[in-house]
């Protein structure tokens, strides 16, 4: 680490902020002591908030039938070969409670862009969910829809919105979605959704196609402005039914170190050690533990239909009942000397 290096580091400690070009800087001339020294700084910011608690959220996938063509995602409508399926909304209802049974106080309702899950559909799961157990968040991740969409989950109960900005560059944007697609409703749904009150999360993948160190910059500055409450990152992996099958995937190295400078700019931002890093790496979810992120999201979806929710290859998490899920998660986690807690891990008041 050069001097140069370590006193944008030490700025970004201080101040939680840098410029894009210094956010490039930082990026380019990283090694592997500026990433030790940035987790360490990442670490001791988030234990000021959330000490050594990793938090869960149950997973269900309830759809991978999706109108959209999302270039690098597996459930895209232009891949044939994927065998489609729905849950239903008793399914979807039981596997949240079940979730609750094994004490999550968290679920998170994720699927394709799926016609079917109209607003009385999802309202009415809502509904049902936070009827059996009024003390679950529960957390929509279902795309894109009207604001009036948006005022009507929430009023039913919703409590959190996950969605992706996947790019804050408008024209990489363009490249990696079809051209129906816009960067400006993503941007419209996700401001929606702040100003409706939800809790918000937005994120992108690390190393998509055509993505340059000035997109990741400007994906950082986005955090830095819009200030969600989540914020998902992972690395891109291929899909072989899409489009960039053949790209190289992202890399867990780079994950992390960004996983940690977006905890020094967000010190409470509630973020994802996802299933795509574990994917890549065998300890990839310790890893991002260990770099800054403070959450896991176990699968709760009914283990006949994980295969098929394929967003992108070899995803892991996909042949064990919940139970082992959860359970395989705690000791990976109490192995590095964390806690899973099961409390609802709501963004940390002001202290
Ligand atoms: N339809 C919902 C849910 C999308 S899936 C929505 O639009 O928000 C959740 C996330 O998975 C996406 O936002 C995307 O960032 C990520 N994803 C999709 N394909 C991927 C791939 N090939 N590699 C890594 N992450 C991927």
Redesign the pocket.
């Known amino acids: 680490m050069n001097d140069a290096i370590k006193a944008l580091a030490d700025r970004l400690i201080a101040t939680g902020h840098l410029s894009k070009e210094e956010y490039c800087a930082l990026i380019d001339g990283r090694d592997a002591e500026t990433a030790e020294y940035l987790a360490k700084a990442a670490v001791a910011v988030r234990q000021r908030y959330y000490g050594t608690k990793v938090f869960v959220r149950g997973l269900v996938e309830i759809s991978n039938i999706?109108k959209?063509d999302?270039t690098?995602?597996?459930i895209r409508r232009s891949n044939r070969n994927c065998e489609r399926y729905r849950l239903t909304a008793e399914e979807i209802v039981d596997c949240a409670v079940e979730g609750y049974r094994l004490g999550m106080r968290t679920v998170v309702l994720?699927?394709?862009?799926d016609r079917h899950f109209t607003d009385d559909v999802v309202c009415g799961i809502v509904r049902s969910i936070k009827g059996k157990h009024p003390d679950m968040a529960v957390t929509l991740?279902?795309?894109?829809r009207s604001r009036e969409s948006y005022r009507a989950l929430r009023e039913a109960g919703a409590d959190r919105y996950?969605?992706?900005h996947?790019t804050a560059s408008e024209e990489h944007y363009g490249k990696l979605h079809p051209p129906e697609m816009s960067y400006q409703n993503r941007m419209r749904c996700l401001r929606d959704l702040k100003e409706l009150g939800y809790q918000t999360g937005c994120?992108?993948?690390v190393g998509?196609p055509y993505q340059t160190t000035e997109n990741l910059a400007g994906d950082l500055a986005f955090v830095e402005a819009f200030q969600p409450e989540m914020c998902?990152i992972?690395?891109?992996?291929?899909?072989h039914e899409?489009p960039?099958a053949n790209e190289p995937a992202?890399s867990v190295e780079l994950t992390c170190f960004l996983l940690s400078i977006i905890r020094l700019i967000s010190p409470k931002v509630l973020l994802p050690a996802t299933t795509?890093l574990g994917t890549m790496h065998p300890q990839g979810r310790e890893l991002g533990i260990l770099a800054g992120a403070n959450v896991l999201m176990p699968n709760l979806s009914p283990v006949g239909v994980r295969k098929q929710y394929e967003?992108?290859d070899n995803k892991i998490c996909t042949g064990e009942e919940s139970a082992q899920c959860i359970a395989c998660l705690a000791a990976r986690v109490a192995a590095i000397g964390y806690e899973i807690v099961t409390d609802r891990g709501d963004f940390a008041k002001d202290e």
């Open positions: 999706c959209n999302c690098y995602c597996g994720q699927g394709g862009e991740s279902l795309g894109e996950l969605l992706r996947e994120g992108f993948m998509s998902g992972g690395p891109f992996i291929p899909h899409t960039f992202g795509a967003l992108y």
